[in-house]
């Protein structure tokens, strides 16, 4: 699975982006979808989660309520709505992609075997 993220820049705090990342497989719907982010000097973090279908989420407490992840299995495509962006959310962003059965997102990064390449998100105050 080749993932290519994009949409990353620079935005003020308050400010809003959306990235989207494309996935190129012929069987996206059978990938659980994930956003995580690392900002410098510190580890990978989970940021949202999405089912196969889309019809389960989950969000780390630092963005839940901000942040939206939707996807579009038609377009092979995840998106993550950021809002209300603070200086805090300013690292890289990358997406996620792991073959699985289950029916539920997941947060669980040791679960996501194929990786995006990251796209930079600055928010500056």
């Known amino acids: 699975v080749q993932l290519q993220a994009s949409g990353g820049g620079l935005v003020q705090a308050g400010g809003s982006l959306r990235l989207s990342c494309a996935a190129s497989v012929r069987t996206f719907s059978l990938f659980g979808m994930g956003w995580f982010r690392q900002a410098p000097g510190k580890e990978r973090e989970f940021v949202a989660a999405?089912?196969?279908?889309?019809?389960?989420?989950v969000y780390s407490d630092s963005v839940k309520g901000r942040f939206t992840i939707s996807r579009d299995n038609a377009k092979n495509t995840v998106y993550l709505q950021m809002n209300s962006l603070e200086p805090e959310d300013t690292a890289a962003y990358y997406c996620?992609?792991?073959?699985?059965?289950?029916?539920?997102?997941?947060?669980?990064?040791?679960?996501?075997?194929?990786w995006g390449q990251g796209t930079l998100v600055t928010v500056s105050s």
């Open positions: 996620a992609a792991r073959q699985t059965m289950s029916q539920y997102a997941s947060g669980r990064i040791e679960g996501y075997g194929n």
């Open positions: 999405i089912s196969r279908s889309g019809t389960d989420t």
